[in-house]
């Protein structure tokens, strides 16, 4: 076929003609050729096909999809899940439509909806995450405005830290699909589960928990839109995710994406495969284990720091996964002004509450603290400096 057609820039201009990378053990991934030039040029909307051939490979290993031929299913790269996150919101909502969420929630998301004008209704959370019994309460409530979907994170929820049984995750279909309603299922710490269980065991001979299904794999009415990431395990300024789900309903999504930026950066795309071709799957699956074990450790870390500092003023839920521990301060009501004004002038950042609810205003009696990069000295200065904030404000509460 001679092409007279698109409007494709001539990739022999393209003054890029190589890259090297070195990988964290020595080893060097280089691209160049045939992959630069991909990589470099216009490329279809829903991404490179070796990369999604990659993607659709690991969908089908880590949630076998219940799906009854690979046709039915089909997976889009977006740049990062909060991407494909915003094209999915602006596919399925119109203004006046309801969307349900945990309460709290990721600010991204909340962010992301409130310029769209829809009813945002938030859902209540226990241990377990999102509480199903609310939902289907609420869905009953909410009748009178069109409720189109659910948005939740199941693993290492942002902010609570939570992680949903399989349990938890069935019942939420079941109402979910009785509701006829879709389920976004928003999954950036997929990989960074780790368990519930404290351990004082070092890296080696180390395996990753069991996972709970995840509701990809137990969507039987296909009513899920899973997003994934490639920040927390590989780069977050690399820009990569992927939506999966229906066929039909991500041929919609990368339409709205080829109208807006086109195509995610196949650059990035290009430098991912490169250095997951490197790695083969079992490279993959190494980096993944040490990418939990040292959040594991990171998690036992700043639960042995909170017992020893803030034991009595406290309570918290041990994260199975992700970079968050949950706390509520138990004598304060609300954590905004401690956090926002007595923490910083202590030199301590942390994030109240309030922050990630869907109605901002209300007061809470929660934090938000971060174990991915503070050292151990770090850590154990910040919560010292807040325990120490804490029994002033519980001082002057007495007077």
Known sequence: MISLGAGLPNADLFPLKKISLQLGDGTDVVMEGSDIKVALQYSNSYGL??????????????????????????????????????????????????????????PGA??????????????????????????????????????????LIPTGQNPTGCTMST??????????????????EDDPYFNLYYGRSLSSESAEGFTIARRPQSFFELDQHHIVLRFDSLSKVLSS?????WVTGPSFLVEKLQLHQQASCLHASGLSQGVALAILNQWGSAGWS??????????????DLIVRLADKH????????????????????????????????????????????ALFQVNGQSPSSFVRAS?????????????????????????????
């Not at 226990?126 to 009748?143: P, W």
Request: hydrophobic residues 45%; neutral net charge.
């Open 49 to 106: 096909p070796g990369f999604r051939e990659w993607i659709r490979t690991r969908q089908a290993l880590d949630h076998r999809p219940p799906y009854a031929s690979d046709a039915e299913w089909n997976v889009c790269v977006t740049s990062g899940s909060q991407h494909g996150l915003h094209k999915a919101f602006s596919m399925l909502l119109d203004e006046g439509d309801t969307i349900f969420v945990e309460d709290p929630t990721y």
């Open 110 to 151: 909340l962010a992301s909806l409130r310029p769209l004008h829809v009813n945002i209704v938030g859902v209540s959370m226990d241990e377990d995450g999102m509480r199903a019994d609310q939902l289907d309460r609420l869905l009953e409530v909410h009748r009178a405005a069109p409720a189109k979907c659910v948005y």
């Open 167 to 184: 349990e938890r995750r069935r019942a939420i279909l079941e109402v979910a699909h009785r509701h006829r309603i879709l389920i976004l």
């Open 237 to 241: 300024g690399l820009r990569l995710g």
């Open 286 to 299: 190494e980096h993944v284990r040490l990418a939990a074990e040292f959040y594991r450790a990171r998690r």
């Open 310 to 353: 803030l034991s009595g003023l406290v309570e918290y839920t041990v994260p199975a996964a992700g970079m968050f521990l949950w706390i509520r301060l138990t004598h304060v009501a609300d954590s905004r002004a401690l956090i926002l004004q007595e923490a910083v002038s202590a030199r301590v950042l942390m994030v109240p509450g």
């Open 371 to 399: 174990f991915s990069l503070a050292t151990e000295a770090e850590m154990d200065t910040a919560l010292q400096r807040v325990a120490d904030l804490l029994r002033a404000h519980q001082q002057r509460c007495a007077q």
